[in-house]
């Protein structure tokens, strides 16, 4: 037994030698890595530098360094099945590491890319589903039967299923958009049935997180929306027309008015970053209103964000435009007809003129 015990320590010392150069090595490493990857533009090389791969190249050196050893010194009988299947164990967790690692930074670095926060039940279930693997192949490793652990776990999940039934909703209807691809994060949506819209920050197990454009977050549970009408902004582009309400007075040159119209179009959308150069737009005449003729200018923003910059700049040239022209945009107008007694008081009909 004390044989044993010795043969284990030897190779437990140099499991924990190993690691810990590993880890100095590694600093080291990262150290210089850091200088060259800021020199970069990619992001890949960033997140190496920082914090990728942490802690592969120390169990990978504590395995390569206990198989040294193995040949070198053989272990006893009794000792080599043990230092065989830590060192399974050791490998799979480096796997785990490994996978996690790179699935974990291609969201982080899509989420830097798009400048909102990621989509947390990718993250959530990468993370899970290899934690689960990676647990059910150390037990294997370690001789212990997963079958009635799973047949266990399988029971415990349906009775957990019937409690958590809006939950597991939610959680489905998260994985079913995401799968679907119908929108995603940095996506701007339009909720059609409560009228909210903003851009998505975030996909979660429960809720989908909407920024809007006064900077607040709603937040949206995934079975509401998923039963929602909605309206993506973003494709099949991310530009949006945009429609501006005008009048004019009735004395009004239209043909004059629309030449000015188009004319601050072009240069909304040509002179200002929100607007789209060479969009033309158009006007379209809608009504004899009350007070004007009115009608519509169409122009178009780059992003959604970007139509009340265009919307702003056209209002403020069209007025200008307008008011050198002498070109007049109304106030409401109304006539009132006074009725006293059996006399009635407007315009070309006074009561001096009937009494005649």
């Known amino acids: 037994m004390s044989g044993l015990f010795v043969a284990l320590s030897l190779y437990a010392a140099v499991l924990v030698v190993a690691f810990g150069t590993g880890l100095v090595i590694e600093r080291a490493a990262r150290a210089v890595f850091r200088k060259k990857a800021a020199k970069t533009q990619t992001d890949w090389d960033d997140w190496v530098a920082e914090e990728g791969f942490h802690l592969v190249p120390s169990l990978v050196l504590a395995v390569v360094a206990t198989r040294i050893l193995m040949t070198i010194r053989p272990p006893a009988d009794a000792v080599e099945p043990l230092v065989t299947t830590g060192l399974q164990v050791v490998l799979v967790l480096a796997a785990i590491r490994v996978g996690v690692d790179l699935g974990l930074a291609t969201l982080r670095i899509r989420q830097k890319r798009l400048g909102h926060q990621g989509v947390s039940i990718l993250r959530n279930t990468l993370v899970g589903v290899a934690l689960t693997a990676g647990v059910l192949v150390v037990l294997d490793q370690l001789g212990i039967s997963v079958a009635p652990l799973l047949a266990t776990l399988g029971v415990g999940a349906l009775a957990l299923a019937l409690a958590l039934q809006p939950t597991l909703g939610n959680i489905f209807a998260g994985i079913q958009m995401v799968a679907a691809g119908q929108f995603q994060v940095g996506d701007f949506l339009r909720v059609n049935d409560s009228g909210v819209e903003g851009y998505v920050t975030d996909i979660g197990w429960r809720t989908t997180t909407l920024r809007t454009l006064l900077d607040n977050y709603v937040i949206i549970p995934n079975s509401q929306l998923a039963e929602s009408v909605l309206t993506n902004l973003h494709t ?120 005649g």
């Open 236 to 355: 099949p582009n991310p530009r949006v027309r945009l429609s501006i309400g005008v009048g004019v007075h009735y004395d009004t040159d239209l043909g004059e008015a629309e030449r000015i119209a188009r004319a601050v179009i072009r240069e909304v959308q040509d002179e200002t970053e929100a607007g789209v150069p060479g969009f033309e737009g158009d006007i379209r005449w809608t009504a004899f209103g009350d007070s004007a003729i009115t009608y519509d200018a169409i122009l178009q923003a780059k992003k959604p964000l970007d139509r009340f910059a265009v919307a702003s700049a056209f209002i403020k040239r069209l007025h200008r435009r307008y008011d050198e022209a002498g070109i007049e945009i109304p106030y409401p107008i109304r006539n009132l007809y006074l009725r006293t007694g059996l006399a009635v008081t407007g315009p070309g009909n006074t009561p001096e003129s009937e009494g």
